[in-house]
T-cell receptor, first 116, second 114 residues
Framework: GAVVSQHPSRVICKSGTSVKIECRSL??????MFWYRQFPKQSLMLMAT?????????EQGVEKDKFLINHASLTLSTLTVTSAHPEDSSFYIC????????????FGPGTRLTVT | AQSVSQHNHHVILSEAASLELGCNYS??????LFWYVQYPGQHLQLLLK??????LVKGIKGFEAEFIKSKFSFNLRKPSVQWSDTAEYFC????????????FGTGTKLQVIP
């Protein structure tokens, strides 16, 4: 149980285009999902907290207009990287916190974004 | 703001050696503590967690960690490592209550030599 999927697993896009990444909790509901970014040989940096039915909460330094987050249902959150640039190339990971007060997060496999 | 520091960035051990990875956090309130592992090419998996109760926590694959509140530490241990333990290990902390925002340490890369 507690599986989180991400789609796509890898994506290559051209500079200036937008890319949407999906994060789904497959066998549980998640009121809260999180989006992280992981640079090579570095730790995970929290980008934003996605709350179902409300606006996302962004960490300091993360551009809201560039990284659009939508959490339309209890099993799906999406991250859209708008007007992507090469410096946005990274590994994006989502996690989901099950509803019902459980304090664990379950992580997706990540999405490797390469902007050319 | 909470922060997590992992003292060792890269650890190399021979099989059967004992392992201890350090983790210290800074946060004044009640915390939840985690160790995650990321095997090469795979996603993060939870090794063990501490929420409350017995400060010695046992996780999967023979790992354990001890929460020492006075030292703000949550070190990971394993008495005898195997080659298959080669991976990156992340310590993480969240504060009790709220929406479980998790802060990760910088990670420790463990390489076990057969």
């Amino acid at each position: 149980g507690a599986v989180v999927s991400q789609h796509p697993s890898r994506v290559i896009c051209k500079s200036g285009t937008s890319v949407k990444i999906e994060c789904r909790s497959l066998d549980f509901q998640a009121t809260t999902m999180f989006w992280y970014r992981q640079f090579p040989k570095q730790s995970l940096m929290l980008m934003a907290t996605s709350n179902e039915g409300s606006k996302a909460t962004y960490e300091q330094g993360v551009e809201k207009d560039k990284f659009l987050i939508n959490h339309a249902s209890l099993t799906l959150s999406t991250l859209t990287v708008t007007s992507a640039h090469p410096e946005d190339s990274s590994f994006y990971i989502c996690s989901a916190n099950p509803t019902g007060g459980r304090r664990e997060q379950y992580f997706g496999p990540g999405t490797r974004l390469t902007v050319t | 703001a909470q922060s997590v520091s992992q003292h060792n960035h890269h650890v190399i051990l021979s099989e059967a050696a004992s392992l201890e990875l350090g983790c210290n956090y800074s946060y004044g309130g009640t915390v939840n503590l985690f160790w995650y592992v990321q095997y090469p090419g795979q996603h993060l998996q939870l090794l063990l967690k501490y929420f409350s109760g017995d400060p010695l926590v046992k996780g999967i694959k023979g790992f354990e960690a001890e929460f020492i509140k006075s030292k703000f530490s949550f070190n990971l241990r394993k008495p005898s490592v195997q080659w298959s333990d080669t991976a990156e290990y992340f310590c993480a902390v969240s504060h009790s209550g709220g929406y479980q925002k998790v802060t990760f340490g910088t990670g420790t890369k463990l390489q076990v030599i057969p």
